[in-house]
């Protein structure tokens, strides 16, 4: 289910960029910022088992990732504005941002769990 989410997700990114009325591929910058939301969390996961009192760094990481977030959800509205991609680009971008973004969420929820049970597979 995660996988053909993120697959729907991608396919609003491209269909925002493909499609013969809009035909401008801009807005496929934000797949870096797909590829660096995880980032922050996976990080503070792997170190903050060693000091568990302490969670700035966890505190840091989430700030860090809403940045990040924030940032692929400004960057469709901001090439919107100034004219570069169409207004109907832009939608279809952000609908691609929250449907991947709610996947990342989805994987970090389920599968990230560190008392995870695999018998139930």
Request: proline share 4%.
């Amino acid at each position: 289910a995660l996988a053909f989410a993120a697959a729907i997700g991608i396919t609003f990114l491209v269909l925002g960029c493909a499609l013969p009325q809009f035909n401008n591929w801009w807005p496929l910058f934000v797949l870096f910022f797909y590829f660096l939301a995880p980032i922050p969390t996976v990080v503070s996961r792997r170190l903050s088992s060693f000091d568990s009192a302490s969670s700035a760094l966890v505190e840091l990481c989430i700030f860090i990732t809403t940045g990040i977030v924030i940032s692929s959800i400004g960057l469709p509205i901001v090439l919107a504005h100034v004219g570069t991609i169409q207004w109907g680009a832009c939608g279809l971008v952000l609908a691609g941002n929250v449907v991947v973004f709610v996947t990342i969420m989805g994987y970090f929820a389920v599968f990230a769990n560190d008392d995870f049970d695999y018998n139930n597979w």
